[in-house]
């Protein structure tokens, strides 16, 4: 039951590009998404999140896009910079963030010099 | 700046054995949560905990599993008795009351049950 899809296992972008990490859910009544950077053997990092009721959020490189009648959102990080490349989980919740989080497979984001 | 850890690190045991997996919260929080990633697998929410009892289960977290907050700092995991396919990276999470809440991650037990 994969209620939060990331459908692209890799990405591979240029440095100073830009690189645009997209992810899609299933369930409506999802109100809440983030995005976790994770390196090997570390925990997930926080790194955005919005609320369903806004359609866009920035904080500095990163900006997370809501589309919510597509059930569509997006990660763009401008410009990209090697300490990117890790894995990028998005994930997803209802009640704000309070329950556990539905997360996707993830995508592995590859910065090339 | 504050974060979340667990302890140990690494965790091998036998199967049929009871294992706890530790965590400080950050301390400010009051909303603490478990997930686990099988390895190749997605994070799987197991549970969370508010104000002393259980908020919200996954179906994984069976009667096999048990969370405590012993103290005012602690949060805990229980495996009572371990099987070969609870062998994953088990997370704990925390997060402030403010209206959003991000979930601040630590960086995870590795358990090996052989």
């Known amino acids: 039951d994969q209620q939060v899809k990331q459908n692209s296992p890799s990405l591979s972008v240029q440095e100073g590009r830009i690189s645009i990490l997209n992810c899609d859910y299933t369930n409506s009544m999802f109100d809440y998404f983030l995005w976790y950077k994770k390196y090997p053997a570390e925990g997930p990092t926080f790194l955005i999140s919005?609320?369903?009721?806004?359609d866009k959020n920035e904080d500095g490189r990163f900006t997370v896009f809501l589309n919510k009648s597509a059930k569509h959102l997006s990660l763009h990080i401008v410009p990209s910079q090697p300490g990117d490349s890790a894995v990028y989980f998005c994930a997803a919740s209802l009640r704000g963030g309070a329950d556990g989080l539905t997360f996707g497979k993830g995508t592995h984001l590859i910065i090339q010099p | 700046e504050p974060e979340v850890t667990q302890t140990p690190s690494h965790q091998v045991t036998q199967m049929g054995q009871e294992v706890i997996l530790r965590c400080v919260p950050i301390?400010?929080?009051?909303?603490f949560y478990w997930y686990r990633q099988i390895l190749g697998q997605k994070v799987e929410f197991l549970v969370s905990f508010y104000n002393n009892e259980i908020s919200e289960k996954s179906e994984i977290f069976d009667d096999q599993f048990s969370v405590e907050r012993p103290d005012g700092s602690n949060f805990t995991l229980k495996i009572r008795s371990t099987k070969l396919e609870d062998s994953a990276m088990y997370f704990c999470?925390?997060?402030?009351?403010?209206?959003?809440?991000?979930?601040?991650f630590g960086p995870g037990t590795r358990l090996t049950v052989t």
């Open positions: 919005i609320s369903s009721i806004k």
């Open positions: 301390s400010n929080h009051l909303y």
């Open positions: 999470a925390s997060s402030e009351w403010t209206g959003d809440y991000e979930q601040y």
